[in-house]
């Protein structure tokens, strides 16, 4: 399908997902008037504060306050026009996606947003070969028709492309020309074309974030908030107790605390999101010839009792994980998923030749795993099979965890994934990485993975499915449970809101109704 009905086909499917979250601001009255300070908080630095180089997820708080998205992906996971006012494939083949620019904004740095300053900034997050480079599709080129016209051209099909110009994905939040002519500043300060500007002189690195409004916004109704503020806080303890009293207005919970939140008057917003999984990176066996083995992959996917942690760790903001996604995005099949069989998985050991078990080292975040709870848990799970797994813990920093991960020293690690198959295949896939670091190819899933990239709707629905029930056989992820979004909202704020389709809860939209409202 080509043209405007291909993206609008995309749109329709998206907004066609039912919100889950249960935080939806329904302790508070609609806003009356603009907040002075919304105040929030994340675990650790940024990643980076330049959009190229920065994370997704939770973490595009950062960049996502200061730079504004060609696409906006709603809470309801439908796309919405922002920097943007249209876009659609214009050939048969989805390789050419063009995209109309809003008129009438402009950067930062004073500058106007058209189309050479898009492709520039796209050209410039290609070059960096950051982090959220695998989201956005085989690129060829970027072109400028005219100022308000840009044409990105790709090598081969790519179906995502309205989804890769979203608020997370990171090359939709365009950059100024004054900073890509001085890049080393992105590392500093901001320019971009968002609802607020970031105040470099009273951030403090590392501690606090600070943006203030920025009077050139293209659409000041949507502006809620004088100030947005973000603090750094790590213990999930402190985190509770700065929402019970009002320090900050929105926290990264934890299931542990979510009773204990309520208690104290806050609301509680979750929403699936998280699916956590032990990675075996190591799958040709390079340094652990036991993980080249699949009979061994699909002994310790057998060996995990899931229900038993979920029921141990999360309650009811946990469900077991059996298969590549969380259940309500594309791809999840009831037909398929993992079991909880101890003799099986001793039997595939035993004709493996590892009937006495073996060893693994497995590094784990302590900063997104909490306490190493799901690590511990998964490790205390396979010791009943003879596996003895010596768990690394990085503590320091979401980036250091990253950077130990691509070190190949490591034959499995724990981490989440997120969203439809197609994104999560595309994380995996990326040669090199922290999903990949000792570089596995499957071709199935590939040509598999390749043709989804020609489809939408139904057609990409049956073929995510295919790859879901392909990747299981694989065993290179095992899938163990998803983590509920758990986030804490204070009184002073409403209308915040997700779904499984975009879980990601952050408080800016290009309209009135996307942002998060003061309650008075």
Known sequence: MAGIAAATALVTALAGCT????????????????????????RGSPMSLDPALQGTASGSIFTVLAYAPLIYQAPDGSLQPSLATSWEFTSDEMTAFEISLREGVQFTDGKALDAEAVKA????????????LSSVGPIDSVEAVDDTTVVIHYSKPF????????????????????????????LTTMDGAGQYTYNAEESVPGSEYVYERNPDFWNPDAQMWERVTVQIMADPNAVLSAASTGQIDFGLGSALFADAAADAGLDVAAVPFYNWELRLADTEGEINPALGDPRVREAIGLAIDRSAIVDALGGGYMAVSDQMVVE?????????????DLDRARELLADAGYE???????LDSGLQDADSQIAQAIASNLKKVNIDVT????????????????TKKYEATIWASNGDVGNTYRGFRSTG???????????????????????????????????SERWQELAYSIPV???????????????????????????????????WQPTR
């Open 19 to 42: 919100p889950a979250a249960s935080g939806d601001g329904s302790n508070a009255s609609a806003a009356t008037e603009r907040g002075d300070e919304l105040t929030l908080q994340f």
């Open 481 to 515: 449970l998803t983590q509920h979004y758990v986030n804490y909202v204070g009184q002073d704020v409403t209308n915040v809101k997700a779904s499984p389709a975009n879980p990601v809860m952050l408080p800016v939209g290009p309209q009135p109704e996307y942002n």
């Open 433 to 467: 990485t922290m999903t990949n670091p000792f570089g596995f190819v499957d071709d199935e899933m590939e040509s598999m993975y390749a043709e989804s990239l020609a489809a939408i709707g139904d057609d990409r629905e049956a073929i995510y499915q295919k790859m």
């Open 391 to 406: 768990l690394e813990v990085d503590t320091v920093s979401i980036p250091s965890f990253i950077e130990k991960a691509e």
């Open 121 to 132: 900034s796209m050209e410039y997050f290609l070059e960096k070969s950051g982090p959220n």
């Open 328 to 340: 309500g995005n594309e791809g999840y099949s009831s037909d398929i998923g993992w079991d909880y």
């Open 356 to 362: 006495d078990g073996f060893s693994m080292t497995v």
């Open 159 to 186: 179906s995502s492309a309205p989804m890769s110009l979203t608020q997370t994905a990171m090359m939709g939040n365009i950059i100024g020309p004054d900073a890509l002519a001085d890049p080393e500043s992105l």
